[in-house]
T-cell receptor
Framework: GNSVTQMEGPVTLSEEAFLTINCTYT??????LFWYVQYPGEGLQLLLK?????DKGSNKGFEATYRKETTSFHLEKGSVQVSDSAVYFC???????????FGTGTRLKVLA | DGGITQSPKYLFRKEGQNVTLSCEQN?????MYWYRQDPGQGLRLIYY???????QKGDIAEGYSVSREKKESFPLTVTSAQKNPTAFYLC????????????FGEGSRLTVL
């Protein structure tokens, strides 16, 4: 079946460090891929998305590229800030369906 | 501002009691969803609704019920039949099933005493 696997957290970084959060997926066909972010005590909000192979989603300095050959959608940011501390969820969905598959989330802590 | 409002934010319940979580959206979205979030797990779908007066079970519907009498509202009732109801509940909406992007409320944390 379809699944999303994220790296275990928490990930702890110093401010201005480079961030990578790994995400791989198992799916048939051509799902859309997403990264959502959840700040403490809040719901999730869309960070970025990509709808086809080789697409790059980007927002707020974060980037992720849809790699069909490696079935990956790794999240990167060149220089993290304390305000980036949150839980990040990788997810996939098929357009036209209700079905979302979420990863287990990766908690990021950024220290000043 | 448009968005999704969930209430209450925190709720305590005694075993054997039913509780209802409210979810209201003013985004004019057709589709609405309820997810459950537990520590160390991804979100799991409880129920979803594509249009008014129609809703479908998700992956973990047992012990829950919903209604969709108005486009803006999608309340979730956690019944006494739910064996392990303590969790964080998230309501979401999307324009329709084709857009992909989900818009979430801030969540309701239910604790069973």
């Amino acid at each position: 079946g379809n699944s999303v696997t994220q790296m275990e957290g928490p990930v702890t970084l110093s401010e201005e460090a480079f961030l990578t959060i790994n995400c791989t997926y198992t799916a048939t066909g051509y799902p859309s891929l997403f990264w959502y972010v959840q700040y403490p005590g809040e719901g999730l909000q869309l960070l970025l998305k990509a709808t086809k192979a080789d697409d790059k989603g980007s927002n707020k300095g974060f980037e992720a590229t849809y790699r069909k050959e490696t079935t990956s959608f790794h999240l990167e940011k060149g220089s993290v800030q304390v305000s980036d501390s949150a839980v990040y969820f990788c997810a996939l969905s098929y357009p036209g369906t209700y079905k979302y598959i979420f990863g287990t989330g990766t908690r990021l802590k950024v220290l000043a | 501002d448009g968005g999704i409002t969930q209430s209450p934010k925190y709720l305590f319940r005694k075993e054997g009691q039913n509780v209802t979580l409210s979810c209201e959206q003013n985004l004019n979205h057709d589709a609405m969803y309820w997810y459950r979030q537990d520590p160390g797990q991804g979100l799991r779908l409880i129920y979803y609704s594509q249009i008014v007066n129609d809703f479908q079970k998700g992956d973990i519907a047992e012990g829950y019920s919903v209604s969709r009498e108005k486009k803006e509202s999608f309340p979730l009732t956690v019944t006494s039949a739910q064996k392990n109801p303590t969790a964080f509940y998230l309501c979401a909406s999307s324009i329709d099933l084709d857009t992909g992007e989900l818009f979430f409320g801030e969540g309701s944390r239910l604790t069973v005493l």
